[in-house]
């Protein structure tokens, strides 16, 4: 069954360095997401692409984060300026169509020192 | 704006039972509902969706929902439980409302579920 992945399982970063998280979604998934979710909190959306751009962001994705589909399997959320409230599990996800079934990665836990 | 709550934020039965996660709603128009279910160190797994139709849905694991309209709820429920579904579940709702135009989904504060043996 087609899953999406995510590297790295666990990212470790010093406050104010950037950091890559990297995402594969279902390969003929045309959506994709991100969201987080800060350790004992909900699961909250920061951004969807489609087409090669953002679609939809929420007051959390400021200009410190970036996506981009750098070819056409993977999809990378980037951290300019990585700051210690940063420290949450980033989840991508990804659906066939818009109003579809989004299908979660495994996350990458990011702990900023 | 849509919203979703899940007033528990542990549900403890034993091995056999029957079990239930609760889950309510605020939308504006017809809601698209969803349970997924996060297992440690995983990522979320879809269970189940409420688009239309039938109010009793049936998804993954033996896992169903019932959605009620007047009572805006979308309860989680499995006929017996089992300890291998000890785990988070989080109910989400689909945002549909003019201000969305890709239905990000928002979610409840989540319920862990404890089967004890």
């Known amino acids: 069954e087609p899953e999406v992945t995510q590297t790295p399982s666990h990212q470790v970063t010093q406050m104010g360095q950037e950091v890559i998280l990297r995402c594969v979604p279902i390969s003929n998934h045309l959506y994709f997401y991100w969201y987080r979710q800060i350790l004992g909190q909900k699961v909250e959306f920061l951004v969807s692409?489609?087409?090669?751009?953002?679609?939809?962001k929420s007051e959390i994705f400021d200009d410190q984060f970036s996506v981009e589909r750098p070819d056409g399997s993977n999809f990378t959320l980037k951290i300019r300026s990585t700051k210690l409230e940063d420290s949450a599990m980033y989840f991508c996800?990804?659906?066939?169509?818009?109003?579809?079934?989004?299908?979660f990665g495994p996350g990458t836990r990011l702990t900023v020192l | 704006a849509q919203s979703v709550a899940q007033p528990e934020d542990q549900v403890n039965v034993a091995e056999g039972n029957p079990l239930t996660v609760k889950c309510t709603y605020s939308?504006?128009?017809?809601?698209?509902l969803f349970w997924y279910v996060q297992y440690p160190n995983r990522g979320l797994q879809f269970l189940l969706k409420?688009?239309?139709?039938?109010?009793l849905v049936k998804g993954s694991y033996g896992f169903e929902a019932e959605f009620n309209k007047s009572q805006t709820s979308f309860h989680l429920k499995k006929p017996s439980a089992l300890v291998s579904d000890s785990a988070l579940y989080f109910c989400?709702?689909?945002?549909?409302?003019?201000?969305?135009?890709?239905?990000?989904?928002?979610f409840g504060q989540g319920t862990t579920l404890q089967v004890k043996p």
């Open positions: 989400a709702v689909r945002d549909i409302s003019g201000s969305s135009n890709t239905g990000k989904l928002i």
């Open positions: 409420y688009i239309t139709g039938d109010n």
């Open positions: 692409f489609y087409n090669n751009e953002i679609s939809e």
């Open positions: 939308v504006s128009g017809n809601p698209y």
């Open positions: 996800a990804s659906s066939s169509r818009a109003r579809d079934t989004q299908y």
